[in-house]
């Protein structure tokens, strides 16, 4: 038996789960089969020597193919699939609520389908598989506080649950408005006033290629990055939640998606998104 036929074998002892994974995320047995076939294309031409868990390996392979395919969908949706009950599934995490999807159907998935892809793959693989926020994050290509929040977020709208913040959208858009402003006034204290001061700027790597830093820590440092800046952004709403945008020849180029203390009254974080495809996944009102 030659590597080849190893790696296979050892592939098809993967392939139940991988399979359960993909279908849970897509809610299409022929999708989720295509996206388990890829996930084999793609071993097949990699090199696992150093990889310690090929199964951890796998269930991201799969999971980055599915996020692909949910940012590719249009107008067409199929019909869920049944789900065997004798699926395998991995043990939930202890953040693990109501849904479950042994009794996945119909309803469900028109509510998941309401979801952007990136929540809808954070709720599933936290919420079903269990699966860290930190390598959530690595396949949607955020950080492990945005992950959270997109589980999160996603977990209240299929629990029917009103939205984070929701009742007090005026006064975050005032401090949202009252950032922008002190950004494009050049107002460095007025900043420091609307930043938790352990607030932290993440940038995803299409911003970094466009001169942004990776990360920022602290008030100070924020406040350093916008003062006398952002005179090209506007407010809007990014998935109902106030934040701000910078647009060029009419299309949205950077979005900046902004998380709060709504009790301090200030801004807790900032993530600086300029992925063409993570854009367009969020949901954006002037």
Known sequence: MNELDVLAARFERDRPHLRTVAQRILGSADEADDAVQEAW????????????NLTGWLTTVVSRICLDMLRSRTSRREDPAELPEDLPVAAPGPEHHAIQYDAIGPALMLVLDTLGPSE????????????????????????PAAARQLASRARRRVQGQPAEGAGDPVRRREIVEAFLA???GGDFDRLLTLLDPEVVLRAD???????????????AGVAGVFNGRAHAATVA??????????????KVRVAFLLSFDDEAGWIAGIEQVADPSRIAAVEIAA
Do not use: K, Y
């Not at 809808?120 to 936290?126: C, E, G, S, T, Y």
């Not at 911003?207 to 820590?217: D, E, F, H, K």
């Open 41 to 52: 294309v793609r071993l097949s031409r990699s090199d696992t020597g150093d990889v310690g």
């Open 237 to 250: 709403l990014l998935d109902g939640v106030p934040g701000l945008v910078w647009m060029a020849d009419g």
């Open 205 to 219: 790597p299409a911003s970094v290629r466009m001169g942004a830093n990776a990360l920022v820590n602290g008030a």
């Open 182 to 184: 002190a950004a494009q």
């Open 120 to 143: 809808r793959l954070a709720f599933v693989l936290h919420d079903t598989f269990g699966v860290p926020f930190p390598e959530i994050a690595a396949i949607v290509g955020c950080s």
